[in-house]
């Protein structure tokens, strides 16, 4: 059975920084592109980084130069650095996985997902 575990969230200050970690179990995915998201109340599921399995990363506008994804396949996880961090920044944070190396922004494109995992940046 296939299983993607987030950590790493919390509650952090403006300004501060976060690292969340998703590990996953059940297969291998270093041949597939790895993605996190995340989600404010209200709102829909937004792509934030993603990274292919040749290691070609890509990022949303807002979160450019501020954060950093990164892997390792030897663990089967995948990092979001996250530095610099605004209020509105705040979400559940979701780690997903889908085959191929296109780095999709669309949540429906991805196969396997994560729990989640709460990032709260107060003012």
């Known amino acids: 059975q296939v299983q993607m575990v987030e950590s790493g969230g919390g509650l952090v200050q403006a300004g501060g920084s976060l690292r969340l970690s998703c590990a996953a179990s059940g297969r291998t995915f270093s041949t597939y592109s790895r993605g996190w998201f995340r989600q404010a109340p209200g709102k829909e599921r937004e792509f934030v980084a993603g990274?292919?399995?040749?290691?070609?990363?890509n990022y949303a506008d807002s979160v450019k130069g501020r954060f950093t994804i990164s892997r390792d396949n030897a663990k089967n996880t995948v990092y979001l650095q996250m530095n610099s961090l605004k209020p509105e920044d705040t979400a559940v944070y979701y780690c997903?996985?889908?085959?191929?190396?296109?780095?999709?922004?669309?949540?429906?494109?991805?196969?396997?997902w994560g729990q989640g995992t709460q990032v709260t940046v107060s003012s």
């Open positions: 990274i292919n399995r040749s290691g070609y990363t």
């Open positions: 997903g996985a889908r085959g191929g190396s296109f780095l999709s922004h669309e949540p429906k494109e991805y196969d396997y």
